[in-house]
């Protein structure tokens, strides 16, 4: 398991890893001498290779150092250009490097980086070891000069310590911009920064030094990277003598007048990894995604105006609902009146307001009340209108059913979630407090895809792909979450793998189509493919 960590939690680590005997110049140096084998690695041959180190105040700087020396000792020829870091006989590892008699530049004496820009130009590696973890506030000035010597096009590769410097380790905002590496060695643990935009792609290749540390310390606070090893002991089994009741069955709500197509996807999406029966519910307005998978069965249901689905629809669903082991709410639904309703009194939301308008439906004893009364929900996807309608209800996460459901919002559909005008900059702190308030599972989607569960567990998945910046990308994943919550995944687990799945078939999209004019229904063959090459 690759655990992603915050600078708290990565400072705790080391203070433990302290008191367990470890040193902080041992872990220093461990953490060097990781990132000078990745850097040598890359190098090829060291010898006559030219390598500059960029030497900040801090630990970072020190790591850098001690990377120098390595690399140095390994045959390069290496330049030390320091910024705000004064020499203390204390710091040792300077020292050692000043006993091989490497080349010093203080930026100090540097102040138009006319010798830097020297320096870089001749340079075959340039190790960015300005600011690490410790960066805490925008960068700026000279800082800011020098890193802007490293901007892209260049002819040096850019290996970045820990974080390209500028990068928060938290957030992974670069507020007053940042180095832009090639690569970007972690030292022990993964920070956060690391894989939240625009620190992702700040970033490059992300590699790992390996530190000594207690493990086990801080486990159940810290994100899981969603890896193939995560997710694939989830797979469901296919049992040879299994049939279609194995699977469970799926029904779809989802797509209207203005959005048909939503129910489309949604729906082959939950067939694709292996539902075994799916049931689109809804009007006319649906019959013509019915229509291109007819593997799917249908549920009329009552339309209100222009096809939507209102409240009248309850007592349909109502009747249907028990069959089914999972249901797909909202893709392409629309916002509409009478939809709003219907999904209020759906997830038994309807406030005194609205049980006065629609009194005569739950009044007394009736059979009608009966019918109309809110169902039992199987574990249920909600998505796209149906966390914008469910956005609109008071005080609707007091009143939701808890562990009930996985909603998968992108960062607007969370923003009006939270009822907020901008995201924080933290989003996977976010989507873990979401998740524990509302008590349900959230999936925050974008580049990179936060998985949130109620218990403080989260993975983070890392599969940034503009191949799937395309309208119904998201309908397909929530239909795919669906499809794996019917096999009987729990939510947490059926939303981890599905986002997998879904990155994963969308590789493959890529890898044939490119990175433009793939279409989301292109997802769908590639599910099975991408499941065949997890099992
Ligand atoms: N301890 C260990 O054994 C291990 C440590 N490790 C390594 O240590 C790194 C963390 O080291 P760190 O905590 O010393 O912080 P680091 O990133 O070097 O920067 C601190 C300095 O930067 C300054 N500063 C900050 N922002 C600034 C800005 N925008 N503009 C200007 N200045 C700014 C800040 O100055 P101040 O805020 O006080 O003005 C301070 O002087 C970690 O990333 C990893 O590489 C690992 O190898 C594991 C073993
Ligand atoms: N650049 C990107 N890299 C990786 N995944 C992306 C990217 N852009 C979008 N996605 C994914 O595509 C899906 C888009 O979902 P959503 O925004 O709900 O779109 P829609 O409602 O049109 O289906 C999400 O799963 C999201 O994570
Ligand atoms: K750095």
Not at 277 to 289: N, Y
């Amino acid at each position: 398991m690759q655990k992603i960590v915050t600078q708290t939690e990565m400072y705790a680590l080391e203070h433990a890893a302290v008191a367990h005997g470890a040193t902080w110049e041992g872990l220093m140096e461990q953490a060097g001498w990781g990132v000078a084998q990745v850097a040598l690695a890359r190098l090829g041959d060291p010898k006559g290779r030219r390598v500059v180190v960029l030497v900040g105040p801090g630990n970072n700087g020190g790591d850098g150092l001690v990377v120098a020396r390595h690399v140095h000792d390994a045959g390069a020829q290496v330049a030390l250009y320091f910024w705000r870091r004064q020499f203390a006989p204390s710091d040792a590892n300077w020292q050692r490097c000043r006993t091989r008699g490497l080349a010093e530049t203080m930026a100090a004496d540097d102040p138009t980086q006319t010798s830097l820009r020297k320096l870089v130009a001749e340079a075959d590696l340039v190790v960015d070891a300005l600011l690490g973890m410790g960066t805490s506030r925008p960068v700026e000035g000279p800082l800011a000069a020098i890193i802007a010597t490293l901007q892209p096009p260049r002819r040096p590769l850019v290996l970045a310590i820990d974080l390209p410097s500028g990068v928060d380790a938290g957030t992974g905002a670069a507020p007053g911009g940042a180095v832009c590496a090639d690569l970007t060695v972690a030292t022990g643990l993964p920070k956060r920064g690391l894989l939240l935009y625009p620190g992702r792609r700040l970033a490059g290749t992300l590699e790992l030094a390996i530190l000594e540390l207690p493990h086990d310390y801080l486990e159940t606070t810290m994100s899981d990277l969603l890896r193939a090893a995560e997710v694939q002991p989830l797979l469901p089994a296919r049992p040879p003598d299994a049939h279609k009741g194995s699977f469970g069955k799926v029904l779809v709500l989802a797509g209207s007048l203005h959005f048909p197509g939503a129910a489309y996807l949604a729906c082959a999406g939950a067939a694709r990894v292996g539902a075994g029966l799916v049931t689109l519910a809804g009007g006319r307005a649906v019959l013509g995604s019915a229509m291109r998978l007819p593997e799917a069965t249908l549920l009329p249901l009552a339309e209100g105006d222009w096809g939507a689905v209102g409240p009248g629809a309850l007592a349909e669903l109502n009747k249907a609902l028990p069959n089914y082991q999972a249901l797909v709410l909202g893709p392409g639904m629309g916002q509409g009146e009478a939809t709003g309703e219907f999904l209020q009194r759906l997830l038994g939301l309807e406030t005194p307001k609205s049980r006065v308008r629609v009194g005569f439906l739950i009044d007394s004893n009736s059979d009608e009340a009966t019918e109309n009364a809110a169902p039992d929900l199987p574990p249920t996807v909600l998505d796209a209108d149906g966390l914008n309608l469910l956005a609109k209800i008071e005080e609707w996460h007091e009143r939701l059913p808890r562990e009930r459901f996985v909603f998968t919002p992108h960062p607007g559909e969370m923003r009006r979630l939270l009822g907020v005008e901008q995201l924080p900059a933290d989003l996977v702190a976010t989507a873990c407090e979401a998740a524990k308030r509302w008590g349900q599972v959230v999936v925050l989607k974008g580049a990179t895809t936060i998985i949130a569960s109620p218990d403080g567990r989260n993975r983070i998945h890392d599969g940034a792909n503009p191949a799937l910046a395309t309208a119904g990308t998201g309908d397909v994943l929530a239909g795919v979450i669906g499809g794996l919550l019917a096999q009987g995944l729990a939510p947490y687990d059926a939303a981890s793998l599905g986002v997998f799945l879904h990155g994963a078939a969308a590789a493959r999209v890529r890898a044939t189509l490119g990175d433009a004019g793939a279409l989301a229904s292109d997802l769908l063959p590639e599910l099975p493919r991408a499941m065949l090459e997890l099992r």
